[in-house]
């Protein structure tokens, strides 16, 4: 069984950044796809970014392509969404997510293993 545990998540001023981690205990996350996903409130979750098992692939929705970036640390068994240029309209629940398979992917359908989320508010 594998945790997944996201921090970082907090209350930023438009222009602002943030680092989100997600943490995983009960298997190493090194032969794993990652991604991160967001739900605002009244919407559906919506693709953020995901990563390869590597690190070596990623791919970013439109809305945060060049102000967010995704990246991992194997050794710490965490990956980690930079976020710089926050707008309003970042403002949701975060969540990581990990999926049995070497690739990252934008469908949450094929991601396995979810986080609890962590709350990112953006102030205009």
């Known amino acids: 069984q594998v945790q997944l545990v996201e921090s970082g998540g907090g209350l930023v001023q438009a222009g602002g950044s943030l680092r989100l981690s997600c943490a995983a205990s009960g298997r190493p996350l090194s032969n794993y796809g990652m991604g991160w996903f967001r739900q605002a409130p009244g919407k559906e979750r919506e693709f953020v970014a995901t990563?390869?098992?590597?690190?070596?692939?990623?791919l970013y929705a439109d809305s945060v392509k060049g102000r967010f970036t995704i990246s991992r640390d194997n050794a710490k068994n965490t990956v980690y969404l930079q976020m710089n240029s926050l707008k309003p309209e970042d403002t949701a629940v975060y969540y990581c997510?990990?999926?049995?398979?070497?690739?990252?992917?934008?469908?949450?359908?094929?991601?396995?293993?979810w986080g609890q989320g962590t709350q990112v508010t953006v102030s205009s």
């Open positions: 990563i390869s098992w590597t690190g070596g692939s990623t």
């Open positions: 997510a990990l999926r049995r398979g070497l690739g990252g992917r934008s469908t949450a359908g094929e991601y396995d293993y």
